[in-house]
């Protein structure tokens, strides 16, 4: 019989794909943030990071197959911007719903990759979290936290079609289509 899992971390970060902006989210039982931490950070050729936008078809097809492999559950939000959604509002959006699912199966803590401007995002996540359960979230930058690396890789790889994201599938528990 396999226990629960029962995630204590979520790491998110943010790509966008002409019209539609995605929020990937990668949930993480503490037990395995030390080992998951080498184990990507292990995967660094150059540059101090992985970055999806930067690697090469190979390196991305190998790396999205180690991620499938980790002890994770991941899901994307979309948001399709029509009608004159701004790219403020679709991250306002994929946000709100992220925080809503966190907060629904009670996952105490949240990354999310700093901008540089995180002023929309300290509006929208105290707006939309409720006082139960606890939600503790902050940002860091994504060069000083490597488990945003994966989120990075997620969210590239549902962005970028069906054949990547079948490379995924093992992890990947849900995408969330809005359409606002």
Not at 31 to 42: I, P
Not at 86 to 113: G, N, Y
Request: glycine content about 6%.
């Amino acid at each position: 019989m396999s226990r629960k899992f029962r995630p204590t971390d979520a790491f998110v970060d943010e790509s966008i794909r002409g019209q539609r902006y995605l929020m990937g989210c990668v949930l993480i039982e503490a037990k395995h943030l030390a080992s998951l931490r080498v184990d990507v950070e292990g995967l660094v050729l150059t540059g101090g990071r992985v970055h999806f936008h930067n690697e090469s078809s190979r390196r991305r097809r190998d790396i999205l197959a180690r991620f499938a492999e980790y002890p994770i559950s991941v899901f994307v939000v979309v948001c399709h911007r029509n009608h004159g959604i701004t790219e403020f509002r679709a991250r306002e959006l994929c946000l709100s719903e992220i925080v809503d699912r966190l907060q629904l199966d009670s996952v105490p803590h949240l990354v999310v990759e700093s901008r540089h401007d995180d002023s929309e995002d300290h509006l929208t996540i105290p707006r939309v979290r409720r006082s139960e359960p606890p939600l503790i979230w902050e940002h860091r930058v994504g060069a000083e936290e490597s488990l945003l690396w994966i989120a990075d890789g997620i969210t590239w790889a549902v962005g970028a079609g069906a054949a990547w994201r079948l490379l995924i599938d093992p992890i990947l528990r849900d995408v969330i289509e809005l359409r606002p």
